[in-house]
């Protein structure tokens, strides 16, 4: 069970990870795409021209995309796919602009110029809210580890002292009531931290 769990911890986290460089290389994308469809080119070229160009996983991504639309798949479907897996309002953002310039038949290049400045400004404050959150996630691990050094370090001043407070009712209770402070303290400091930009 704990196996399961730690499996699923860890699939979960990986698939996060992989959305937060896709969202890091749309600026790009938005770039590559101003300028590919400036030069003359059918959004559906620009788009395969941004999956040869960048690296995963948008690259991966983009070229499933291309795959997508090569058989004949309408472009809407394709980039909601997208946004199915790969879950983030800058992305919904593109694609919306993307599907809503390609249903008008008129050009997107101003849309996707100031579309990449807008993402590069969003990915300065990500970079910077995490700088900030982890101080606070440092601290979240810090507080018990400081807890649990003070009980050590109170055993090592005084031997013996940790088995004569475990050894007692009292001391058991106390025990058990600093673990769950310090739990609460934990889970409280990591819900604080979850900023969402």
């Known amino acids: 069970l704990i196996g399961l769990w730690g499996t699923n911890a860890f699939l979960n986290w990986q698939r996060i990870k992989r959305t937060e460089r896709f969202i890091n290389q749309l600026p790009e994308l938005s770039r590559i795409l101003a300028n590919a469809t400036q030069a003359g080119l059918a959004l559906r070229t620009s788009l395969s021209m941004a999956a040869e160009e960048l690296e995963d996983p948008a690259g991966e991504e983009l070229a499933r995309v291309a795959r997508r639309l090569a058989v004949g798949e309408p472009l809407e479907d394709a980039l ?4 199915d897996r790969l879950p983030s309002r800058e992305l919904v953002v ?10 008008a038949g008129g050009t997107v290049v101003s849309s996707l110029r100031n579309l ?3 993402l590069e400004e969003r990915k300065e404050t990500r970079r910077e809210v995490k700088t900030q959150l982890s101080q606070v996630t440092v601290t979240a691990y810090a507080v018990p580890l400081f807890g649990i050094g003070a009980m050590l370090l109170m055993n090592a001043v005084m031997p013996g002292a940790l088995d004569r407070m475990t050894g007692a009712f009292p ?3 106390a025990v058990v009531v600093s673990i769950v402070l310090y739990a609460i303290g934990f889970v409280v ?8 930009v």
Request: hydrophobic share 35%; no cysteine.
């Open 171 to 173: 001391g058991q209770v």
């Open 80 to 83: 909601s796919e997208l946004t």
């Open 189 to 196: 400091i990591r819900r604080f931290s979850r900023i969402d």
């Open 116 to 118: 990449t400045e807008t």
């Open 94 to 103: 593109l694609v919306t602009t993307l599907v809503l310039s390609n249903r």
